[in-house]
């Protein structure tokens, strides 16, 4: 789910977390931006917004995969250290799914 | 091995920040909180009478990272929300970016990410201290920079001999240098009068079973330090993932779809790096 500056939002683009200012909520998550929201949420001077989609990791998943292993090599059979990378694999994994 | 007493050592360290190599408004800060008598009003007028600072520090106060409720629109609002360590630690933090960048290139990401990490497991596990807990994380590893800044030659060498050997440049440090970047970062925590806990967090971020009054903190800031190697976030002078205090761990007793979250937001957290600075 990648955050996306104010200047770079394009309609048709879908919020994955609802825009707040403290507890009042201006729009929803779900929605779909438009002109309108668009420079509403420019005007009021909020910097970026959460929206639906991968955040489009820089290198391919193998590699991403590779370079963890290669982080893990030392340690891999250490306490709790099997526990962390098996999370870690799986998020690496969700950024590509 | 470089040939320096501990005593020496520390007097170069906190001198060094006074240094015409250091930028000026780091100098600055550096004096006005390292300043017992400052107060609170006082830090706000500095920074507000800095259009750049003020910028950086509300920026990051109000970045989606950060998660505070509501926006925080002028200084005096966030000195009087956030209270002075904050505030302190907020000012180094946003002025070293610099330095860092030029110094070892993903530090910086790293330091944001782990006070990212830090303020979202001391929140999931109640503390009342979760913005000094941040603070801690973003300043836990300062003592690189001042190593690197006053060393390059040596600290290039540590940095070689971690990579080829396979193990962490904190081990590295401590056979290049008298002791280690932890304990260095937390003589500069002293010098700027931090409150004790965040001095002990700095301290013992590597060895958080050391930690009397801060055992939990520390264990949050050496977890997140941890995480965000582990994810490949940032740069932290070593490509390896140092290993995890059981005892940290344990204490801190979090689950899989905690730590899955907690990687979340130290990604989106890489992201205010632009926001904060490009801008």
Known sequence: MPKVSADKLEPGMRLARSVTRGRLLLIAKGTELTEEYIEKIRAMGISAVYIWGPSHPAIPKEEALAQLDRRFRFVGNRPYMDLLKEVVREHIENLYD | ?279
């Not at chain 2, 079973?209 to 520390?218: G, P, Q, R």
């Open chain 2, 1 to 279: 091995m470089i040939n320096i007493s501990i005593r020496d050592l520390r007097r170069r360290v906190e001198g060094i920040i006074g240094l015409p190599t250091i930028p000026s408004t780091l100098r600055q800060i550096s004096r006005v909180i390292g300043d017992p008598s400052i107060s609170l009003k006082e830090i706000g007028e500095f920074i507000s009478n800095d259009p750049a600072l003020t910028s950086k520090v509300l920026k990051i106060v109000n970045s989606a990272a950060y998660g505070f409720p509501g926006r925080i629109s002028s200084v005096s609002h966030a000195t009087v929300l956030l209270g002075l360590n904050v505030i302190k630690g907020l000012l180094i933090g946003v002025s070293v970016f610099e330095l860092m960048q030029n110094t070892m290139c993903g530090l910086w990401e790293h330091s944001l990410g782990c006070a990212v990490a830090s303020r979202l497991i001391a929140k999931k596990k109640g503390l009342e201290g979760y913005e000094d807990v941040y603070v801690a994380g973003l300043l836990h590893d300062i003592g690189k920079l001042v190593l690197i800044l006053e060393f390059p030659k040596e600290y290039e060498q540590a940095m070689e001999e971690a990579e080829i050997k396979g193990i962490t440049i904190f081990e590295a440090e401590e056979e290049h240098f008298v002791t280690n970047h932890a304990v260095i970062g937390s003589w500069l925590a002293e010098k700027w009068l931090f409150p004790y806990n965040m001095i002990e967090v700095i301290r013992y971020h590597h060895k958080p079973y050391l930690s009397k009054s801060a055992s939990i903190e520390t264990a949050i800031v050496h977890l997140s330090d941890i995480l965000l190697r582990a994810e490949g976030l940032g740069f932290a002078g070593d490509p390896f993932v140092p290993v995890v205090s059981p005892v940290a761990f344990e204490a801190l007793h979090l689950s899989k779809m905690d730590l899955r979250e907690i990687l979340e937001e130290m990604r989106d957290s890489m992201e205010i790096k632009e926001e904060l600075f490009l801008s």
